[in-house]
């Protein structure tokens, strides 16, 4: 059995890694922050999600990606996490959270729930079962660090989860979501030239 095969028998282990790699990523965000310099989709944070590629295989099938907007000014994991709560919900909803400055680093990428865990953020029509949840800090404008970060996420999920970059396996969450005129297929372009060029 590979040493990833291994890991992924027992879940606790999964567990503890994807955990470990979470604590790493608030630990830099943190010292960041104190430096007072911005944390964005760095070569850095690329680094650390390109890791997690190599060494852990996903155990939930995944084979598309939903992504959303805030409908917030602000917010950050914690406070999106406690809105859910408040409807009703085990945990906050999606799987990453790209923050604007307002609550998060602009561009930071944030974990939420587990990518083992079914999403609840797109219900409707059972979207919710093999996608995972990507969710803009916004109204209907996004910053410059976050399409860029969202661009680099969707590159490094369809990498790891093995998903062909494209409006079947990308998707808005619907027609007003996330903002009437964001260009998600810019944003998949992007994704589809980077993949051409390597």
């Known amino acids: 059995m590979t040493a990833i095969g291994a890991a992924l028998a027992t879940a606790g282990l999964y567990q503890r890694e994807l955990n470990s790699e979470r604590q790493r990523h608030r630990a830099l965000a943190q010292e960041h922050s104190l ?49 859910h709560r408040e409807r009703g919900f085990s945990q906050i909803g999606y799987h990453y959270l790209i923050c604007n400055g307002q609550g998060g680093l602009d561009g930071e990428i944030q974990f939420g729930r587990d990518e083992d865990v079914q999403g609840a953020h797109a219900k409707a029509n059972f979207r919710n079962e093999g996608t995972l949840g990507v969710c803009l800090v916004g109204t209907d404008q996004f910053t410059t660090a976050q399409k860029k970060s969202l661009q680099e996420l969707l590159l490094h999920l369809c990498r790891r989860h093995g998903l062909t970059p494209g409006p079947q396996t990308i998707q808005r969450h619907h027609e007003q979501c996330p903002g009437t005129a964001f260009d998600l297929a810019g944003i998949i372009a992007g994704v589809q030239g980077h993949l051409a060029r390597n």
């Open 35 to 83: 430096l007072g310099t911005r944390l964005q989709a760095s070569e850095r944070l690329s680094a650390l999600l390109e890791c997690e590629v190599e060494r852990l295989k996903p155990v939930r099938k995944v084979t598309g990606i939903v992504v959303h907007h805030s409908e917030s000014p602000f917010g950050d994991v914690p406070t999106v996490d406690a809105w």
